[in-house]
């Protein structure tokens, strides 16, 4: 992580993505509003105060047509121009209004916090078997394969109605994608994963169930409803957004209280505290680092700096929640703070639409850790952090169950 003379890009690699705010603590001083480029090759604008992002995330001058995407990332250094196949990206979180209206309102019943909240006695269920699975395995296991992945994958999965041998393939091509992964990798992962998913389309289309793909499926709003193109990349953004985010928050949070007994004793004295708790945990070391990718559609000043048009802008969720201006003491872990405000599942239009599912599986994830295994203790060095500038997660999490 090197900060270069002020007029070249700061250059991202694995030190960045082992402590970001590290970067940030500097930027925000000197360079709040800078160019970056990360390990793809992509340079672009990067937001890194609490007030810049904010409003950067609600700004329409700041845009989201994934049409556009591989022209501006081809001509600002991108070594990978497709990320995704195509008929994975036409989701809400890649589209602007009227678009992205639609898209949501015709997907936003399903995860209706009343919806959501439903689910709690099944999330519940699945986590005791985890826990008893993992205390079997134990005494020393990794946190993230033995609970963090496998709680939030098989809660989503459930909803989606995706089968049971299918998961583990998924969490491959999902971090795959997800990571600064070789082109041809990348394609393969996602060649397979528009087959599979547009197969499970068609089967819920033919087939409808229970599940919530099958209820999208069936969604109409005034006579609207979505392609089965539209319906896939839904699905797509559901099963990614719907497992990626929880298992890093989990992991993130549990390394977090590892290292912090004190607050982690105020939580097993107290686990009603839990729920704030997680609010603080996604503040503090929360599971997407720059948010998706926005471009400007016209010359947009941020923090008396003007941005020109067609350049890619990506706002820093993990810099603006670490930002002194917002929250006293940012590096300080407090399960008590007042938290309100943090832009963890982003802000505007594009919040997070499955930010209450999360909190619901991270509240019900870290009760029944902490009551099943009090002396949980680090087995050795976490694992280095994932190299994406989106997703903020550990590759390993060793930890001893019992002491």
């Known amino acids: 992580m090197t900060v270069e003379h002020d007029t070249r890009p700061v250059r991202l690699d694995q030190d960045f993505f082992d402590d970001p705010d590290a970067l940030y603590r500097e930027l925000r001083d000197s360079r709040p509003v800078t160019r970056a480029t990360g390990p793809n090759g992509l340079t672009f604008w990067m937001v890194t105060r609490y007030a810049d992002a904010r409003a950067a995330l609600n700004d329409p001058r700041l845009q989201k047509d994934s049409r556009r995407l591989p022209e501006l990332l081809q001509r600002h250094g991108a070594t990978s121009i497709r990320q995704f196949a195509d008929s994975l990206v036409g989701h809400m979180l890649n589209a602007d209004p009227p678009d992205h209206t639609r898209l949501r309102k015709l997907v936003g019943r399903a995860f209706t916090v009343r919806a959501i909240a439903r689910l709690r006695p099944r999330i519940e269920e699945i986590a005791t078997s985890l826990a008893d699975a993992a205390e079997q395995a134990g005494p020393d296991v990794d946190l993230l394969d033995a609970f963090a992945f496998p709680?939030?994958?098989?809660?989503?999965?459930?909803?989606?109605?995706?089968?049971?041998?299918?998961?583990?393939?998924?969490?491959?091509?999902?971090?795959?994608?997800?990571?600064?992964?070789?082109?041809?990798?990348?394609?393969?992962?996602?060649?397979?994963?528009?087959?599979?998913?547009?197969?499970?389309?068609?089967?819920?289309?033919?087939?409808?169930?229970?599940?919530?793909?099958?209820?999208?499926?069936?969604?109409?709003?005034?006579?609207?409803?979505?392609?089965?193109?539209?319906?896939?990349?839904?699905?797509?953004?559901?099963?990614?957004?719907?497992?990626?985010?929880?298992?890093?928050?989990?992991?993130?949070?549990?390394?977090?209280?590892?290292?912090?007994?004190?607050?982690?004793a105020l939580l097993q004295a107290d686990p009603e505290?839990?729920?704030?708790?997680?609010?603080?945990?996604?503040?503090?070391?929360?599971?997407?680092?720059?948010?998706?990718?926005?471009?400007?559609?016209?010359?947009?000043?941020?923090?008396?700096?003007?941005?020109?048009?067609?350049?890619?802008?990506?706002?820093?969720?993990?810099?603006?929640?670490?930002?002194?201006?917002?929250?006293?003491?940012?590096?300080?872990?407090?399960?008590?703070?007042?938290?309100?405000?943090?832009?963890?599942?982003?802000?505007?239009?594009?919040?997070?639409?499955?930010?209450?599912?999360?909190?619901?599986?991270?509240?019900?994830?870290?009760?029944?850790?902490?009551?099943?295994?009090?002396?949980?203790?680090?087995?050795?060095?976490?694992?280095?952090?994932?190299?994406s500038t989106l997703i903020h997660g550990l590759t390993a999490l060793p930890v001893r169950l019992t002491g």
């Open 273 to 387: 505290r839990v729920p704030q708790a997680v609010e603080e945990f996604l503040r503090y070391d929360g599971p997407v680092n720059l948010a998706t990718i926005r471009f400007t559609d016209e010359p947009v000043e941020i923090s008396g700096v003007t941005v020109p048009a067609g350049e890619i802008v990506l706002v820093s969720l993990i810099g603006a929640n670490r930002d002194p201006d917002r929250y006293p003491e940012p590096t300080r872990l407090d399960t008590a703070r007042d938290t309100s405000g943090h832009v963890a599942f982003g802000y505007g239009i594009h919040h997070c639409l499955g930010a209450p599912l999360a909190r619901l599986e991270a509240d019900v994830a870290f009760r029944t850790l902490l009551g099943r295994f009090p002396d949980m203790a680090l087995a050795g060095e976490p694992g280095r952090h994932r190299e």
């Open 151 to 264: 709680l939030p994958m098989t809660v989503i999965s459930e909803i989606l109605g995706v089968p049971d041998d299918r998961r583990d393939e998924f969490r491959e091509w999902s971090n795959t994608l997800l990571t600064n992964s070789p082109d041809d990798v990348r394609g393969a992962a996602a060649g397979a994963m528009a087959q599979f998913l547009t197969g499970l389309v068609a089967d819920k289309a033919a087939h409808p169930g229970d599940d919530m793909l099958s209820e999208i499926v069936r969604a109409s709003e005034d006579g609207d409803s979505l392609s089965p193109a539209e319906v896939t990349a839904m699905a797509f953004l559901l099963l990614v957004a719907g497992h990626e985010t929880t298992v890093n928050l989990i992991g993130n949070g549990m390394l977090a209280l590892l290292r912090d007994p004190g607050q982690r």
